[in-house]
């Protein structure tokens, strides 16, 4: 069975300045898609960025970013230029038949 | 386009009773699942859907079940209801049953079991 683990609770960081998530992740397969998902106060879950684990090339969605190390298992999670309205509940998650969660990681900005 | 939509949005239920809880897929999209979030977790993926055939269970015991329509909306049902069922659970809907598409997710019902 696959798992996934975040080992930060909560995280901070200022307003502009760059904050990174972490994730490390357990599986025996060798093709598979990672995800970052966030959770605003709202509860819906919002997709962040995706990776696939067959590309090497790390995935960039404007401010979000990730480094990706397939032999590690491990899947971060980086954002730049942070703003207020990044303040969320992270979660990493893997996809095999439905999306295995971590933990969650609680976000916040301060301004 | 609509979003995934879940009704109820609030939920209080008796310890022993049973629930029934909806979710309307986004349009196009063929496929669902269900979530279970308790308080202060990551959701907890109960089972999905594809086509109105289970494809997929987590380790949930048989008291949950759910359906899936023509229309792809879903029900997920819940027998014998216990205390810890009380959390939010989530819907989520995709385009297609392959792994790297998106799961669009609805806002959740709370269910409280007292």
């Known amino acids: 069975a696959q798992t996934v683990t975040q080992s930060q609770p909560e995280m901070s960081v200022q307003e502009a300045e760059t904050v990174t998530l972490s994730c490390t992740y357990d599986?025996?397969?060798?093709?598979?898609?990672l995800f970052w998902y966030k959770q605003p106060p709202s509860r819906q879950m919002i997709l962040v960025i995706r990776?696939?684990?067959?590309?090497?090339q790390n995935a960039t969605e404007n401010r979000f970013s990730v480094n990706f190390q397939k032999a590690a298992k491990s899947f971060s999670l980086k954002i730049s230029d942070s703003q207020l309205g990044d303040a969320a509940m992270y979660f990493c998650a893997y996809r095999s038949a439905g999306l295995t969660f971590g933990e969650g990681t609680q976000l916040t900005v301060n301004p | 386009e609509t979003g995934v939509t879940q009704s109820p949005t609030h939920l209080i239920k008796t310890r022993g009773q049973q629930v029934t809880l909806r979710c309307s897929s986004q349009s196009g999209h063929n496929t669902v699942s269900w979530y279970q979030q308790a308080l202060g977790q990551g959701p907890q993926f109960i089972f999905q859907?594809?086509?109105?055939?289970?494809?997929g269970r987590g380790n949930f015991p048989p008291r949950f079940s759910g359906l899936q329509f023509p229309n792809y909306s879903s029900e997920l049902n819940v027998n014998a209801l216990e205390l810890d069922d009380s959390a939010l659970y989530l819907c989520?809907?995709?385009?297609?049953?392959?792994?790297?598409?998106?799961?669009?997710f609805g806002q959740g019902t709370r269910l409280t079991v007292v």
């Open positions: 989520a809907s995709s385009r297609t049953l392959s792994m790297n598409t998106e799961a669009f």
């Open positions: 599986t025996s397969e060798s093709d598979y898609y």
């Open positions: 990776q696939e684990a067959y590309k090497q």
């Open positions: 859907y594809y086509r109105e055939e289970e494809n």
